[in-house]
């Protein structure tokens, strides 16, 4: 018998890494899924993948920029199931331009959406069957940029964690008396695709010693599988050991120049 027997659970950025191992663990204990993503093929490898291992899972493609994305989301998990138990916010989106001279409104703009805005829509729009069950279970992925200012995570992804953990605070602060569980995950560096986005792209070596998606994963599961009673307010994780960062802190300063165009 699994920990999440009978429970439904929607993750968003799902296809590809934290999202795909926690789907993957959330499938593994027994949970109905949504997930979602913006490409299609990687949804469609992932529900592939956790079907032939015998989980049960759908997926939908969705832009959390697009209000009308968000809302089709949510209406798709809530016909389908009647209700969303577990809600994994975990999309995120990074600039390419990490500097405070030369990111663009667009940009900065686009980061705030995907990592604050739209969360917080797809969680007011699947609070109302939690509130009437008297209970259920909200995890953010945020990032260890929320509480350490620097290039490395830049000037909009930083301040947007940060701001995604005061939306999670109030969340907290708000609902738990009516049943809501809210926890905040709080990740530095992790060996995913969206390092892929930095000015400075890490090599084989650099992140030889970062986290694994699974790694985080396994604090999300422990957030939505304790008992109703408990909530874990907030996680963070580091790595063991430390790396060098000076290149990718020096690529940030000048990407998006004139001199270093994006």
């Known amino acids: 018998m699994g920990k999440l027997d009978g429970k439904v659970a929607l993750i968003t950025g799902a296809g590809t890494g934290i999202g795909r191992s926690a789907a993957s663990m959330f499938a593994a204990e027994g949970a109905e899924l949504v997930i979602a993503g913006r490409r299609q093929a990687p949804l469609d490898e992932a529900v592939s993948e956790i079907r032939a291992a015998g989980g049960k ?3 939908k493609t969705a832009d959390m920029e697009d209000q009308a994305s968000i809302e089709a989301l949510a ?13 994994v916010n975990n999309a995120g989106h990074s600039s390419k331009v ?4 030369w990111i663009s409104r667009e940009e900065f703009d686009s980061v705030y959406a995907v990592n604050v805005a739209g969360p917080a829509q797809l969680t007011r729009l699947l609070l109302p069957p939690m509130l009437e069950a008297g209970e259920g279970t909200v995890i953010l992925v945020s990032s260890m940029a929320a509480m350490r200012a620097g290039l490395l995570g830049g000037i909009a992804y930083g301040p947007a964690k940060a701001a995604a953990k ?23 560096e992790v060996d995913t695709p969206i390092l892929n986005n930095r000015p400075h792209v890490p090599d084989a070596a650099a992140r030889s010693s970062m986290m ?4 985080i994963a396994e604090g999300i599961l422990l957030a939505a599988t304790l008992p109703a009673r408990t909530m874990i307010d907030d996680i963070t994780f580091t790595p063991t050991i430390q790396r060098d960062t000076t290149v990718d802190v020096a690529a940030a300063r000048t990407k998006g120049s004139p001199e270093n165009p994006v």
């Open 212 to 215: 694994q998606p699974e790694d």
């Open 166 to 188: 005061l939306y999670m605070d109030n969340l907290r602060g708000e609902l738990r008396q009516q049943g809501i569980r809210a926890t905040t995950i709080y990740p530095a």
């Open 57 to 59: 899972i759908t997926a």
């Open 98 to 101: 990490r500097s405070a001279r």
């Open 75 to 87: 209406a798709y998990a809530l016909e389908k199931h009647g209700r969303v138990d577990i809600l």
